[in-house]
Structures are given as C-alpha cells and as structure tokens.
C-alpha cells in the first residue's frame, strides 16, 4: 500500500511566482483534503472533496488559491501569486468515506521569499 | 476557531510513565479521533472513537470519552522514547466528513 503521495517534499520561490502542489490518494479512496500547517495557525483545512466533487471550500484563504480533483486519482492545489504569508507546510489526506480515519501524505514544506 | 483543544500544549516524562492528555470540544460530534505527528511527516491515525462510545483500548493507548463534558482523554501507558511526538484530537461532525484538529500537545519522553 502506497499511502498518500504528494509532491514536491520541498518547494522554495519567489513571490509572485506560480505554486502547484500534487497529490495522489490511496486508491479506493473518495474523499480527498488538502490542510495546511503554520506555528501559528496550527492545522488548517483548505478544502475537501467527494468522489472528485469539492464540498467544502470555506478554509481556502483567497482567491489565489485554488484546487482541483480532475480524476480520483490526482489533485492539486494552486497558488497564483504566491506570496510570503504562504510559507507553511500543505497535508494532502485520504479517507475511505465518511467519518473515517483520514490518512496523510508528508507534505509540501512551501517557502515564498 | 479550533474545535478540539488539547491540554496541556507540551508534556515531558520519562520513559515507561504514563503520559496523559485532554481534548475538549465545543459542538455536538459524531466521533472524535487522535493522530500523532512525527517531526517532519504527516499525521499518522491511532484511534477513532464513536460518540457512543466511553472507552476505547489499542495496545498502549486508551482513549476515553464523555460527551457529557464535552472532552476525551489519551493515555499512553509505558511510555517509550518512540513516543515522542505531537498528539492532536478531531473532531468529525454527524453531517459531511471532514474533521477539525486541535492545537496538538508536544510529548518529550526521554531516555
């Protein structure tokens, strides 16, 4: 069993630059949340989605930020423009249904400069 | 606005203590689940337990639940220098699946 799966582990850019980051679920899974992790902040939830359809989009933090579930195998989540405030490291996690244990991939440690 | 708040924040003990920690939640829950955080992963799921559900046992760990009081608790029993980690509560609601984390608490066990 290959867990979650994202990509890169690590991503350093500029501001104002483009951000993508990857996730690929356990397969089998329908339900998919990207959250996002600060000191400050603690764990955040970004967004979720439902057999590819996104649900709950209320903790995205602005309209840079965007993600996508184009099959049940790939998400990813965008940032145009990045900037500083961003820097935090970004959870993809799985979950089997409804009310079950999630699982997480290890991350994207995102630094904007 | 965190639903779960664990407490305390950081926790140090020695190995093969126990170590304790709380979680209280505000809102009415379908289950609440604790994760452990190792530096520099993801969260890993180390048990789920229902909101009619008092006590629940995995090797070591024992969570406990009142919905009364709105709070659960973690034990660790025997602590090992492998348990040291963050350890944070969710919640899951009855409606939809997503869940909302607690601040974490930091365990130390040392050696």
Known sequence: DAGVIQSPRHEVTEMGQEVTLRCKPISGHNS????????????????YFNNNVPIDDSGMPEDRF????????????????????????????SSSSSNQPQHFGDGTRLSIL | SQQGEEDPQALSIQEGENATMNCSYKTSINNLQWYRQNSGRGLVHLILIRSNEREKHSGRLRVTLDTSKKSSSLLITASRAADT??????TGQAAGNKLTFGGGTRVLVKP
């Open chain 1, 32 to 47: 998919l949340f990207w959250y996002r992790q600060t000191m400050m902040r603690g764990l955040e939830l970004l967004i």
């Open chain 1, 66 to 93: 965007s993600a996508k579930m184009p099959n049940a195998s790939f998400s990813t989540l965008k940032i145009q423009p990045s900037e500083p405030r961003d820097s935090a490291v970004y959870f993809c996690a």
């Open chain 2, 85 to 90: 980690a963050s350890y944070f509560c969710a």
